[in-house]
């Protein structure tokens, strides 16, 4: 998510973004492992 280089924080704004962005996306991947093994495991004890 880019945010466009209007305000006057410009680069700051831009940093803080990306910076966001990367947590979501480390958080995002750390809670599809886990689903993604917690509905392996319920298959595999099927």
Same mark, same amino acid.
């Given at each position: 998510?880019?945010?466009?280089?209007?305000?006057?924080?410009?680069? &700051?704004? #831009?940093?803080?973004? &990306?910076?966001?962005?990367?947590?979501?996306?480390?958080?995002r991947?750390?809670?599809? #492992?886990?689903?993604?093994?917690h509905?392996?495991?319920?298959?595999?004890?099927?």
């Amino acid at each position: 998510m880019l945010v466009p280089n209007t305000n006057p924080l410009g680069n &700051d704004t #831009i940093v803080s973004a &990306d910076v966001t962005t990367a947590a979501m996306r480390r958080r995002r991947r750390r809670a599809g #492992i886990a689903v993604t093994a917690h509905l392996y495991t319920h298959r595999v004890r099927k």
